[in-house]
């Protein structure tokens, strides 16, 4: 019986050093795993646009870099932020490369936008894509004494809307309300049956709503006066954080007497 307990004891102890050292060495606060993040190439991992969130680790003063794939006349939202604290020396930047990268895109930061990441090792960034291509974004830590482990997600806050109509003397209203203390502009997009488009640009106020109508009688927004009997699909994209504007619409008309009144859904592509 000794030695059967003696032998149970060494097998143990055996196998508990070979567990650990087949256990995985740590990296970072929370032992997250760094991919090859630190390279603007095609060895940077592609992040799927889904408004899904994921956690990656930061060195100290580092630079991690990531893959996109964007489509043209859609607008993205790009945020990342450390939820276990703020920054120790510096902040986090994010950039919009270009294919190749072969230098910045056009993007606009909106940090303080509700809502707000400022005064924490976070940013934001929101851009209208002008065509199909994949970029690069570029997470840039100033951060000299700690590093992070942070969550990173990229939106498609293009906004859809399956229907609108002038037909049979129907017209269709659209209501667009912003939900931040920023002015936000936007493009509204309407696009026949037929692949036809039609395109406003507006300033929604900060904390109000824009009202536009499509109408084929005279009655409809400016740029949006269409001829009787077509109908279409719609868009809206804007510079701004995820949920920034909410829309709402509905068809209305006089028919046989009475009028009637049909609401058509607005929403994103992903749920955000």
Not at 2 to 13: F, N, P, R, V, Y
Request: proline fraction near 4%; glycine fraction near 12%; hydrophobic fraction near 40%.
């Amino acid at each position: 019986m000794k030695k059967l307990g003696l032998l149970t004891i060494c097998l143990l102890l055996i196998n508990s050093m070979v567990f650990a050292q087949a256990r995985p060495a740590k990296q970072g606060k929370a032992g997250i795993k760094p991919l090859n993040y630190g390279s603007c190439d095609s060895t940077a991992p592609l992040v799927n646009i889904i408004g899904a969130g994921f956690e990656d680790f930061m060195p100290v003063f580092g630079d991690n870099f990531v893959q996109v794939n964007l489509k043209a006349g859609h607008s993205y939202s790009a945020e990342v932020w450390d939820p276990r604290g703020q920054y120790a020396s510096g902040g986090l930047f994010l950039y919009l490369i270009t294919a190749g990268c072969a230098g910045l895109d056009n993007f606009t930061d909106v940090a303080g936008m509700d809502p707000d990441l400022t005064n924490g090792f976070s940013d934001r960034i929101s851009w209208v894509q002008a065509s199909d291509s994949l970029e690069f974004i570029h997470i840039s830590s100033f951060d000299t004494v700690a590093s992070h482990n942070y969550n990173m997600r990229v939106v498609d806050t293009t906004l859809n809307n399956s229907r609108w109509s002038t037909v049979v003397g129907f017209s269709t209203h659209y209501g667009f309300l912003n939900t931040t203390e920023w002015d936000i502009g936007g493009t509204l997009t309407l696009t026949e049956s037929g692949g036809t488009q039609h395109v406003v640009t507006f300033t929604i106020p900060a904390g109000g709503e824009v009202f536009e109508v499509v109408a084929g009688d005279g009655s409809g927004s400016p740029g949006l006066n269409l001829p009787p009997n077509l109908a279409g699909s719609a868009s809206f994209v804007f510079v701004g954080a995820a949920g920034a504007i909410k829309a709402d619409g509905y068809f209305q008309a006089v028919q046989n007497g009475v009028f009637v009144i049909v609401p058509t859904a607005w929403g994103p592509k992903n749920n955000q």
